[in-house]
């Protein structure tokens, strides 16, 4: 496996003083706008906040409450949204899928730069369409920190047992089926 997946981690103990360049930023957000999308729509946009700035500000305000303790010490937030096609079952499930991938790349663009990305659900989307005017043609789905990660001696004590928690995966076995579901595919050669 590559090194940027096998050390990709969402962590939450940010250095809360560290900064991110634009250049960084852009080059993060440039990973998600280049991410394969279905049938060429590109749905996926973008709002996009700096610490420090109002679009920050704002996006901190949408975090519930398990990540309003630790967000907030992110260099950077990144509201993602998608289409919205309530009558478009299809379009509506690969405009989510579309997210996903974006989301995937963004990660490790900045895993590539030195910084560390955390996906998050927990924030109120509601509360980011009012607050960003997002289009009803649109919906956020997903909030992305990103950071440099703190020393363990900066971290609060939970934020820190978390963070140091092995980071683990269901076998192989478990999630990759041949023949018939729940026949685990093997890596070994064909007799």
């Known amino acids: 496996m590559h090194e940027l997946i096998e050390g990709r981690w969402s962590a939450r103990g940010y250095d809360a003083t560290a900064e991110i360049s634009v250049d960084d930023l ?70 989510a899928v579309d997210v996903g991938l974006a989301v995937s790349q963004m990660i490790l ?3 590539s730069i030195g910084f560390n990305a955390h996906p998050m659900a927990g924030f109120d989307a509601e509360k980011a369409v009012r607050r960003f005017a997002i289009p009803e043609d649109r919906r956020p789905l997903v ?21 140091e928690r092995p980071r683990t995966r269901l076998p192989l076995d478990e999630v990759a089926f041949a023949d018939t579901w729940g026949h685990p595919f093997t890596s070994s050669p064909h007799p």
Do not use: H, M
């Open 26 to 95: 852009t080059s993060v957000l440039d990973a998600g706008r280049w991410a394969p999308t279905w049938g060429r729509v590109q749905p996926v946009r973008f709002v996009v906040g700096r610490r420090a700035d109002d679009t920050f500000a704002g996006l901190t305000e949408t975090l519930t409450r398990g990540n309003a303790g630790w967000a907030p010490a992110s260099a950077a937030l990144i509201l993602v949204c998608t289409a919205a096609e309530p009558d478009d079952e299809k379009a509506r499930t690969y405009a």
């Open 109 to 111: 663009q900045a895993n």
């Open 143 to 163: 909030l992305l920190g990103l950071g440099a990660v703190a020393a363990p001696e900066q971290v609060a004590s939970d934020i820190r047992e978390r963070d």
